[in-house]
């Protein structure tokens, strides 16, 4: 296998309130990047141009006290046939990390790195255009959620990272169907959306926020 390290991680804290008042938990984490490497190339050959984070990389940060980890993804690696299975080798890779992180208490964050799209051959189809329709996206995370509902450490779901220019496509749709479709799997994982325009803060009010309207079945 080649050897891949890992030049970006980048430290969050994140907030997260108990139902009792007196209660505030404050998990640090990283994003721990490897699954998502070598963009131009997908697939791509999981354990040469991609990995997932090793068990070695996950104990370092435990023994630092981090206690959340973002998993970064290509959705073509994971389903690699638009609406297709799910690949069983890029599963089974991202179930090792969530119980390995498990047997650490470590939470996990899945998180699909493709900013709006899905690419084929060599061309990128934006997710909502005829090619890549709306429910696709939502399916992919049902199945996802099927595999992986059931562990208590999985945290949540970043059903997409910054999408940007989707034209005609608008993003809010989108992220308002992949929400309906996942919450008729898993009713429980926080779903984590990303704003409109790289997620850009500085243009929020913009691109992004209508997403303050969206709803979540599952109240």
């Not at 208490?105 to 061309?123: A, C, D, E, K, P």
């Not at 992986?148 to 989108?174: A, C, Q, S």
Request: proline fraction near 5%.
């Amino acid at each position: 296998m080649k050897q891949m390290r890992i030049p970006f991680l980048f430290l969050v804290m994140l907030m997260t309130s108990s139902l009792s008042a007196q209660t505030v938990v404050k998990p640090f984490g990283i994003n721990i990047c490897g699954a998502e490497f070598e963009e131009k190339t997908i697939p791509g050959v999981l354990g040469k141009d991609y990995i997932y984070p090793p068990d070695a990389d996950i104990e370092y940060f435990y023994q630092q006290g981090m206690q959340l980890l973002t998993v970064p993804f290509k959705w073509e690696r994971v389903q690699q046939t638009p609406g297709g299975p799910l690949d069983h080798a890029n599963v089974d890779e991202m179930r090792r990390v969530i119980q390995y992180c498990s047997d650490r208490n470590i939470r996990v964050v899945l998180s699909m790195h493709n900013f709006g799209r899905y690419v084929i051959g060599n061309t990128e189809h934006i997710v909502g255009s005829p090619t890549i329709p709306r429910k696709m996206l939502g399916e992919f995370w049902s199945k996802l959620a099927l595999e992986f509902k059931d562990l208590r450490n999985v945290f949540g779901y970043e059903i997409m990272t910054e999408p940007h220019d989707m034209g005609e496509y608008d993003w809010f749709t989108t992220a308002q169907t992949t929400i309906n479709i996942l919450r008729q799997v898993d009713k429980k994982a926080i779903i984590i959306i990303s704003g409109d325009n790289y997620a850009n803060a500085e243009k929020w009010r913009q691109y992004s926020d209508n997403l303050k309207n969206l709803v979540d079945p599952n109240g």
